[in-house]
């Protein structure tokens, strides 16, 4: 069975630094999806940044980039210089065979 | 205007009582999806439709019925609603597994 899992509920960072959040998926299929999405306090979810399983280049896509290491099934999220704006939920997605499943999700805050 | 809607938006029900939530989309995106949004559990699928006349069960469907007569419409129908759907729920579309689009999300609350 596929199935997206993000192991840190919560995390800080200072503005201005760095953070990865951390995302494992399992499947078994050759041709997949990868997503990240934000939800700020207002609920509505925010595309953020996709990478395909035959995709050997990381994306990226401004401030974001994934860190897509296929053998080891990871699709970490990067954010560069992290801003108070960035202070949300993020969800780790993988779309395989119709279906679009979602992680629990990352509760990130931006100190200032 | 173009995207996807969800109605209502909130609606507060009494146990034991059938409720519809609607989704319609505009794009004629061949995938759509229904969630409920819990605290601790992220999004978790309910029911998810590959094309009209075409939906299957996702993680979480025990309570739930959809249909999909045309591509746009994606009804969820809460058969005979009880406290444990008290929820955020979202509708998502999506063209061929890429980007997904999602409703503004309906705070449903059963009492």
């Known amino acids: 069975a596929q199935k997206i899992t993000q192991t840190q509920p919560g995390m800080f960072v200072q503005e201005k630094e760095a953070v990865t959040l951390d995302c494992t998926y399992d499947t078994s299929d050759q041709s997949y999806g990868l997503f990240w999405y934000k939800q700020p306090s207002s609920g509505e979810m925010i595309f953020l940044i996709y990478?395909?399983?035959?995709?050997?280049q990381n994306a990226t896509e401004g401030r974001y980039s994934l860190n897509f290491q296929k053998a080891r099934k990871s699709a970490n999220l990067v954010i560069s210089a992290s801003q108070l704006g960035d202070s949300a939920m993020y969800f780790c997605?993988?779309?395989?065979?119709?279906?679009?499943?979602f992680g629990t999700g990352t509760r990130l805050k931006v100190l200032a | 205007d173009a995207g996807i809607t969800q109605s209502p938006r909130y609606k507060i029900t009494e146990t034991g009582r059938q409720v519809t939530l609607m989704c319609h989309q505009t794009w004629s995106h061949s995938y759509m999806f229904w969630y409920r949004q819990d605290l601790g559990h992220g999004l978790r699928l309910i029911y998810y439709s590959a094309a009209a006349d075409i939906t299957d069960k996702g993680e979480v469907p025990d309570g739930y019925v959809v249909s999909r007569s045309k591509t746009e419409n994606f009804p969820l129908t809460l058969e005979s609603a009880t406290r444990s759907q008290t929820s955020v729920y979202f509708c998502a579309s999506t063209y061929q597994g890429t980007e997904a689009f999602f409703g503004q999300g309906t705070r449903l609350t059963v009492v």
């Open positions: 997605a993988m779309f395989r065979t119709y279906k679009y499943i």
């Open positions: 990478q395909g399983s035959y995709d050997e």
